[in-house]
């Protein structure tokens, strides 16, 4: 999940070009592209669409695989709006603009000797990208980037701009944090950071049945847990970091690029094209690459164990479970695999979450698994992701806003109890739909 998306076209009020994500599955020509230097000249842009009758929508780097930023009315491009604002020590909080990419923030955080609390394992999204469709990690006390936001700013569909937190506009921060561009357009976040410390990941093979078996377990005992099960084996690899007195000891410059750079992204690059060619020899594979990887110890600062680059492109379906649902639901996915005719070259990511108090987050309101399946770009993925998702929903899952899947506004109001919530604010502050599409029509409704 690394690098950013193709963009065509021309800036300011000109034609829009093409806008693609990084998947490359959504494709968007805009009538016009802008990228704005600072939050006034962003409120005029959002006038000037109304004027024009056009809609709006912000797009980060694209890393959904869903078409949640793309749009035919005005595009809002990040590259400008960007840098850290403010660090503040004393109320352990860094003020960003929402352009930022999530990799500026973490170098800049560290050069101040601070640190996020968690985040997911890729850094190329922007911040505002990332929290708006719910990215996170995975974390036994720790949730998703969005739950660290203390506060944003929000241009809404008038051109209004509106400074919100848990004290001002209280209502609007609350659902605004995690708010799939629906309610306006972010252009500054502050998050909750701290000192920055070490962390010791310890990543280990694991047979399928000793990770399920154990997995509550291994939860409860680790800060941050998660693993990877490789369809068509028996062989999992997993991953437990946690807070560490140190010293650091990063991984070897060599066996670092040989883990991360030769078997993870090289390496898996010509397995999943040979494949994707060859899908018969795809079990094989996946029984080589499960064995290729050994235990490993490292401890370094934490945006550098949390993250890994992820070169080799794919298409992704994630779904959020009740955490007690999580062994149950990855067994069935398991056995649905096994007796199928798929060829699956991905290993499945099982992460978890606490509960959340945000409206929409995937973990509002319960302790979180989550569930992904992936698929190399190019290879056909339907079916798979279709049997996955009947799996999951037939578990309480909830689909993962930025990731693929077929919910669609009358099937999430039952999965969210504070759904309606977030459509009632949305349709106060955005009642002619301003920044809606076709995306938002499906899964939050007309």
């Known amino acids: 999940m690394a690098a950013n998306n193709a963009v065509g076209g021309s800036g300011g009020r000109?034609?829009?070009?093409?806008?693609?994500?990084?998947?490359?599955?959504?494709?968007?020509?805009?009538?016009?592209?802008v990228a704005p230097a600072g939050t006034e000249e962003l409120a005029a842009a959002v006038r000037a669409a109304a004027?024009?009758?056009?809609?709006?929508?912000?797009?980060?780097?694209?890393?959904?695989?869903?078409?949640?930023?793309?749009?035919?009315?005005?595009?809002?491009?990040?590259?400008?709006?960007?840098?850290?604002?403010?660090?503040?020590?004393?109320?352990?909080?860094?003020?960003?603009?929402?352009?930022?990419?999530?990799?500026?923030?973490?170098?800049?955080?560290?050069?101040?000797?601070?640190?996020?609390?968690?985040?997911?394992?890729?850094?190329?999204?922007?911040?505002?990208?990332?929290?708006?469709?719910?990215?996170?990690?995975?974390?036994?006390?720790?949730?998703?980037?969005?739950?660290?936001?203390?506060?944003?700013e929000l241009v809404t569909a008038d051109g209004s701009v509106l400074t919100c937190s848990p004290t001002e506009n209280p209502e609007i921060f609350?659902?605004?944090?995690?708010?799939?561009?629906?309610?306006?357009?972010?252009?500054?976040?502050?998050?909750?950071?701290?000192?920055?410390?070490?962390?010791?990941?310890?990543?280990?093979?694991?047979?399928f049945d000793e990770v399920t078996e154990r997995f509550d377990e291994l939860v409860a005992e680790n800060e941050h847990f998660e693993f990877y099960w490789f369809p068509h084996t028996g062989n999992c690899n997993t991953k437990r970091n946690n807070r560490s007195q140190g010293p650091a000891a990063p991984p070897g410059k060599l066996s670092g690029w040989v883990e991360d750079e030769l078997l993870s992204n090289g390496v898996f690059q010509i397995a999943c094209s040979v494949g994707r060619a060859i899908p018969a020899a795809i079990p094989g594979i996946a029984t080589i690459s499960s064995r290729?990887?050994?235990?490993?110890?490292?401890?370094?600062?934490?945006?550098?164990?949390?993250?890994?680059?992820?070169?080799?492109?794919?298409?992704?379906?994630?779904?959020?479970?009740?955490?007690?649902?999580?062994?149950?639901?990855?067994?069935?996915?398991?056995?649905?695999?096994?007796?199928?005719?798929?060829?699956?070259?991905?290993?499945?990511?099982?992460?978890?979450?606490?509960?959340?108090?945000?409206?929409?987050?995937?973990?509002?309101g319960?302790?979180?698994?989550?569930?992904?399946?992936?698929?190399?770009?190019?290879?056909?993925?339907?079916?798979?992701?279709?049997?996955?998702?009947?799996?999951?929903?037939?578990?309480?899952?909830?689909?993962?806003?930025g990731k693929l899947h077929t919910r669609d506004a009358g099937q999430l109001a039952d999965a969210y109890p504070r759904f309606g919530e977030f459509t009632a604010l949305r349709d106060r502050l955005d009642p002619e739909r301003r920044f809606a599409n076709a995306y938002l029509r499906r899964v939050l409704g007309d």
Do not use: C
């Not at 797009?59 to 850290?84: D, K, M, N, Q, Y």
């Not at 992936?374 to 993925?381: K, L």
């Open 51 to 152: 004027e024009d009758g056009l809609t709006v929508k912000a797009a980060g780097t694209g890393h959904s695989f869903t078409p949640a930023a793309a749009t035919e009315g005005l595009l809002i491009r990040p590259e400008r709006l960007t840098g850290v604002r403010a660090v503040d020590r004393e109320a352990h909080t860094v003020t960003v603009a929402a352009g930022t990419p999530l990799k500026h923030l973490n170098e800049t955080l560290a050069a101040h000797g601070l640190s996020l609390t968690n985040m997911g394992d890729i850094m190329e999204q922007t911040v505002s990208g990332a929290t708006s469709t719910g990215t996170h990690g995975t974390g036994r006390d720790s949730a998703s980037l969005a739950a660290q936001i203390t506060a944003l």
């Open 292 to 364: 290729a990887l050994s235990a490993r110890t490292y401890t370094d600062i934490p945006y550098k164990v949390f993250t890994s680059p992820r070169r080799v492109r794919f298409v992704e379906m994630e779904y959020a479970l009740p955490r007690e649902a999580a062994v149950a639901a990855l067994g069935e996915l398991k056995a649905m695999v096994d007796r199928s005719d798929f060829k699956v070259s991905f290993p499945v990511e099982v992460r978890t979450a606490p509960g959340d108090d945000i409206p929409l987050s995937t973990a509002s």
């Open 14 to 33: 000109g034609p829009g070009g093409t806008w693609r994500n990084w998947a490359g599955n959504v494709t968007a020509r805009p009538t016009r592209t």
């Open 174 to 207: 609350d659902a605004a944090r995690l708010g799939l561009g629906a309610l306006g357009v972010i252009t500054e976040l502050t998050f909750a950071v701290e000192p920055e410390f070490l962390l010791t990941a310890r990543e280990e093979p694991m047979p």
């Open 366 to 401: 319960r302790d979180t698994a989550y569930i992904a399946v992936h698929m190399y770009r190019g290879t056909p993925h339907q079916a798979y992701f279709a049997a996955t998702e009947r799996i999951m929903t037939a578990h309480g899952g909830r689909p993962h806003w």
